[in-house]
């Protein structure tokens, strides 16, 4: 499915894109990689085995144009069809099959027949020449500027957006396409596949701000907090998805979610016993919604928040969470650090001063201490994963200030740094015989040394 932007307009190639992939649908459909994807869905029934259709550019120097009959016929495997057509797999000879769809019968016949001289519709030989373009790399607005130079690009773009004008009532705004699926989802009789598939469209969209805003101002915020309560794990998982991404890189999403007490929800939800595939994706709202959101971390340390990722850090035996967790805790600290840097300074606007205001209400180093994180954080040292120890090092560093006891006291850590160096050391050494340097080990052996040092 195509999604278009409710106030942004598609830009000309992707029109073009839209269009041709409208109108061609070609049966190639076996490397999904370089493809262009169409989902054919011909209206009118036949449902049950039409398929997903490709096309492949490399494919596209052989491609024929194979004109639908009103009977099926099997398509070779360089052949291509007009959209619209009825494609479908014969699930007893494994061959693609097409006929005309019943609407589109009249259009290539009467309606087609009558204009073809004038050209005001294109031939197979056009789409085939529009697919060239396409794979060489061609820009339609280029084309168009070359009046008259190559006939399809310049002139069909124009009949092409004629001819699917009424096409374009087929292609929903995501306005639309979420006010649907709303309804959809609150309606008593939906099922639970059915919501789930609502939920995983819906996280799709809400990726652009625009679209999740819409959602909190349609009511879907309740809707998918109300998800999380649902008793099928499946549908909390995907709801919380959805909520972590609506509410990523958003702040009016996270204002409201704040108000309408997702916090309280989801921190219920990871202290209390549930699959593990739900509390990840718990964890990743729970993330979105404190990133850059000071009002939110401060109400997440108030109601303990810190305690609820405790015990899941210390229970996570196979370190699904830790990784996460710890950068969970070192993004507050460096948000903080990085506003608090600059300073208070007369001459910054009142958003600033009043971001900073806030800021200095989160007193997570201080929580951190409290909570006995000095002492947790550094057993993340032990993961397997470089990744994961990098992003201990960096957590440690960040707490430095206020653990700095801890860490000393701490013979074990003490042992590991040096170990890990002496390790990384010989990755460096390796590496740089090799001739491929990488500053990833360097890196980490400048984390430890750092640390080494502020402990000394
Ligand atoms: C639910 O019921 C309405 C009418 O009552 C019907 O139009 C709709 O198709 C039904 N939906 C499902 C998923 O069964
Ligand atoms: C769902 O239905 C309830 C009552 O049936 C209604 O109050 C609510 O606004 C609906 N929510 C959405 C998002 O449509
Ligand atoms: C979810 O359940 C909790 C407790 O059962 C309740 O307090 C909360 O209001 C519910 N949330 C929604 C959105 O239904
Ligand atoms: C000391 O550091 C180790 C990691 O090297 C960690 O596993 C342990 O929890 C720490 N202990 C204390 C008391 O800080």
Redesign the pocket.
Same mark, same amino acid.
């Given at each position: 499915m195509v999604h278009c932007g409710a106030s942004s307009s598609c830009s000309s190639m992707a029109l073009f894109m839209l269009l041709l992939c409208c109108h061609i649908a070609s049966t190639l459909g076996q490397k999904p990689d370089s493809a262009l994807t169409v989902v054919e869905n011909a209206e009118g029934g036949d449902k049950g085995n039409e398929q997903e259709v490709t096309v492949l550019e490399e494919d596209v120097e052989n491609l024929k144009v194979v004109q639908p009959q009103e009977q099926w016929q099997t398509l070779k495997p360089d052949e291509a069809v007009p959209a619209g057509s009825h494609v479908r797999l014969n699930l007893q000879t494994g061959q693609r099959e097409v006929k005309l769809a019943e609407e589109n019968r009249q259009y290539w016949t009467n309606k087609h027949k009558e204009k073809e001289d004038s050209q005001t519709s294109f031939s197979a030989d056009e789409l085939k020449q529009a697919l060239k373009k396409m794979k060489d790399g061609d820009h339609v607005s280029k084309d168009a500027d070359q009046q008259g130079s190559e006939s399809f690009p310049h002139r069909s773009i124009e009949e092409l957006k004629r001819d699917m004008a009424e096409l374009d009532l087929l292609v929903e705004t995501d306005l639309q396409i979420m006010k649907r699926l709303?309804?959809q989802?609150?309606s008593t009789n939906s099922t639970t596949e059915h919501r789930l598939n609502i939920l995983l469209e819906l996280e799709y969209l809400v990726h652009q701000v625009d679209n999740a805003q819409m959602l909190c101002s =349609? /009511? /879907?915020l309740? =809707?998918v907090l109300g998800g999380l309560n649902s008793s099928d794990s499946r549908l909390q998982e995907q709801a919380a998805f959805v909520l972590g991404s609506a509410l990523s890189s958003n702040p009016l999403v996270q204002v409201k979610a704040v108000e309408a007490g997702a916090l309280q929800s989801l921190l219920t939800l990871l202290a209390t016993s549930q699959p593990l595939n739900v509390k990840k994706k718990v964890l990743f709202a729970v993330a979105s919604l404190l990133r850059h959101f000071p009002y939110a971390q401060r109400h997440f340390l108030s109601h303990g928040g810190l305690q609820v990722l405790e015990v899941l850090f210390r229970t996570d035996s196979n370190g699904k969470f830790r990784s996460r967790i710890v950068t969970m805790l070192y993004d507050m600290i460096s948000e903080k650090e990085l506003i608090s840097q600059a300073g208070i300074d007369q001459s910054q606007d009142t958003a600033t001063q009043e971001r900073l205001r806030q800021y200095s209400k989160v007193s997570i180093q201080e929580e951190l201490l409290e909570k006995g994180w000095c002492n947790l954080v550094p057993q993340l040292l032990e993961a397997s994963e470089h990744d994961h120890r990098e992003k201990a090092l960096r957590a440690l560093l960040a707490m430095a200030p206020i653990c700095l006891d801890q860490y000393r006291s701490n013979k074990s850590l003490l042992d590991s740094l040096f170990s890990l160096k002496d390790q990384y050391q010989e990755m460096v050494d390796t590496e740089r015989l090799q001739g491929e340097e990488s500053d990833y080990f360097a890196e980490m052996i400048e984390f430890i040394n750092s640390l080494q040092h502020k402990m000394e």
């Amino acid at each position: 499915m195509v999604h278009c932007g409710a106030s942004s307009s598609c830009s000309s190639m992707a029109l073009f894109m839209l269009l041709l992939c409208c109108h061609i649908a070609s049966t190639l459909g076996q490397k999904p990689d370089s493809a262009l994807t169409v989902v054919e869905n011909a209206e009118g029934g036949d449902k049950g085995n039409e398929q997903e259709v490709t096309v492949l550019e490399e494919d596209v120097e052989n491609l024929k144009v194979v004109q639908p009959q009103e009977q099926w016929q099997t398509l070779k495997p360089d052949e291509a069809v007009p959209a619209g057509s009825h494609v479908r797999l014969n699930l007893q000879t494994g061959q693609r099959e097409v006929k005309l769809a019943e609407e589109n019968r009249q259009y290539w016949t009467n309606k087609h027949k009558e204009k073809e001289d004038s050209q005001t519709s294109f031939s197979a030989d056009e789409l085939k020449q529009a697919l060239k373009k396409m794979k060489d790399g061609d820009h339609v607005s280029k084309d168009a500027d070359q009046q008259g130079s190559e006939s399809f690009p310049h002139r069909s773009i124009e009949e092409l957006k004629r001819d699917m004008a009424e096409l374009d009532l087929l292609v929903e705004t995501d306005l639309q396409i979420m006010k649907r699926l709303l309804d959809q989802f609150n309606s008593t009789n939906s099922t639970t596949e059915h919501r789930l598939n609502i939920l995983l469209e819906l996280e799709y969209l809400v990726h652009q701000v625009d679209n999740a805003q819409m959602l909190c101002s =349609m /009511g /879907g915020l309740q =809707m998918v907090l109300g998800g999380l309560n649902s008793s099928d794990s499946r549908l909390q998982e995907q709801a919380a998805f959805v909520l972590g991404s609506a509410l990523s890189s958003n702040p009016l999403v996270q204002v409201k979610a704040v108000e309408a007490g997702a916090l309280q929800s989801l921190l219920t939800l990871l202290a209390t016993s549930q699959p593990l595939n739900v509390k990840k994706k718990v964890l990743f709202a729970v993330a979105s919604l404190l990133r850059h959101f000071p009002y939110a971390q401060r109400h997440f340390l108030s109601h303990g928040g810190l305690q609820v990722l405790e015990v899941l850090f210390r229970t996570d035996s196979n370190g699904k969470f830790r990784s996460r967790i710890v950068t969970m805790l070192y993004d507050m600290i460096s948000e903080k650090e990085l506003i608090s840097q600059a300073g208070i300074d007369q001459s910054q606007d009142t958003a600033t001063q009043e971001r900073l205001r806030q800021y200095s209400k989160v007193s997570i180093q201080e929580e951190l201490l409290e909570k006995g994180w000095c002492n947790l954080v550094p057993q993340l040292l032990e993961a397997s994963e470089h990744d994961h120890r990098e992003k201990a090092l960096r957590a440690l560093l960040a707490m430095a200030p206020i653990c700095l006891d801890q860490y000393r006291s701490n013979k074990s850590l003490l042992d590991s740094l040096f170990s890990l160096k002496d390790q990384y050391q010989e990755m460096v050494d390796t590496e740089r015989l090799q001739g491929e340097e990488s500053d990833y080990f360097a890196e980490m052996i400048e984390f430890i040394n750092s640390l080494q040092h502020k402990m000394e």
